[in-house]
């Protein structure tokens, strides 16, 4: 695969990523520039109630959701998959903490499930200009029944939990024995991290986490190399290592990936994730480290070179969402997969034709991303001034965090909000882009809707996070450089 250059150039191991894709990290994790609001205080104290340290570093935080089944068909056709091959049915279990039998590794459909926690605020998670989201996403355990591509290599699915419908992430493990993390599914980043246990000083952000310790993993090889990511708020730096690495029931060995010792600020304090693994282009990989999906990819152990997402709408459902590594599981949506070339390898970048409410066009012609790490829409300002304008809210005001507040009984009564992309229409409902929150035993709504001005090259560019990809079902096929999307199912199969 021919790389591209970074969106920003990189320099000394840092990459300083477009401001939008900084600033859109959910409210009650945003603290950088304007100070930390009251509302926002609020959210920090809930949200540190749900919150539990753990208790050395290597050990390993409760589920927040029980193990559960899922089952479905990985489509062959739709993605161009070799049509000579007959698929094979294969039950793998994709708890990290187990070791599967390498027959059933080899054959099979990997899975790994993500779960959601109950919402008590939906806010944003990434930011193209002040604050780097990575994503939000992770890996669970789940038993899935599914269809191999391929008789020789497979598909695994990872389940994914979902905080506040802000954070879906799921576990990984590392070394040998295995050490368990929490990781956010990003594809919008390209690097794999997590707490290490050398993190240096009063590193709260880390000593909330569960870390990385290469002294009890007899599979560790030191390599040393500085590592860093340069956000608005602060730095992420650390160094790189090298380890065995599971996701679900695949597992690569020696791969690379970096320890954190120092995290950005509250940025990281309160969220429910250890780490950030990445799924865009490698152009977006700081130091050019090989990317967890390419080194799968090269070492033949998925179907198909590409993944997919599912994510619950409801942040009481179990599993929150599924992460598919190879394969498509046709259960999890309904008619057909839409697909969009990809038009710049890097973010999971394709062309809008249009963005329209009540079916009236706003704006056409236009860029946009598929970002599972943010979980608003984010569009440029002027562009959203139009939109809001046109849904009749022309007078509603972005508050500190950038979102629109509105009358919760205004949920019901605005128009639909719809993308047209590759000449299909993609819509949401008042109900799916009005986020409700309660707080102190008090209803708020606001619009899960963002402006940010993406700078060129990279710019101007809308960003589809949750909101959107909550009720499409999306595919991100590396092998033939395009993204799809088919309107979700509601529950999980």
Known sequence: MAREEPLLPASEGYVEY?????QALPRWITVAGAGMG??????????????????????????????????????????DLPAQQQPQTHLLAAQSARE???????????????????????QHALELNDETSQGLFALGGATTNL?????????????????????????????????????????GSAN????????????????????????????????????????????????????????GSLTLKNASFAEAVTEPGAAFVLSKFDGILGLAYPSLSVHCLTPVMQELIKQGQLAAPLFSFWMSKDPKQTPGGMLFLGGVDDSYYTGDLHCLPITRKGYWQFDLDAVSVGGSDVLTKGSAIADTGTSLIVGPTEQLKKVIGKLGLADAQAGMGG?????CDKKGELPTLSFTLGGKTFSLESAEYVLEMELLGKKMCTLGLM??????????????GDVFLSKYFSVYDFGNDRVGFAEAVATAP
């Open 18 to 22: 477009p401001a939008a894709r900084r």
């Open 192 to 247: 794999l991290w997590v707490p290490s246990s050398r993190c240096k000083g009063f590193n709260l952000a880390c000593f909330l986490h569960r870390r990385y310790a290469s002294d009890k993993s007899d599979t560790f090889v030191r390599d040393g190399t500085p590592f860093a990511i340069k956000y608005g708020s602060g730095s992420m730096s650390g160094f790189i290592s090298h380890d065995k690495i599971s996701v």
């Open 403 to 407: 979102q629109y507040s509105i009358p």
């Open 100 to 122: 599967e039998p390498a027959a059933a590794r080899k054959k099979g459909v990997h899975a790994v499930r993500l779960s959601k926690v109950e919402r008590t605020a939906r």
């Open 38 to 79: 009251v509302a926002t205080l609020l959210l920090l104290i809930s949200a540190a109630s749900q919150h539990s340290a753990p208790t050395s570093s290597s050990s390993v935080m409760p589920s927040a959701a029980a193990a559960g089944a899922a089952s479905g068909a990985v489509l062959s056709g739709v993605l």
């Open 451 to 464: 402006p940010m001005d993406v700078p060129k090259p990279a710019g101007p560019l809308w960003i589809l």
């Open 147 to 187: 269809i191999a591509a391929d008789g020789d290599a497979g598909t695994a699915t990872v389940e994914l939990k979902d905080f506040q419908d802000a954070q879906y992430y799921g576990e990984i493990s590392i070394g040998t024995p295995p050490q368990t993390f929490s990781v956010v599914f990003d594809t």
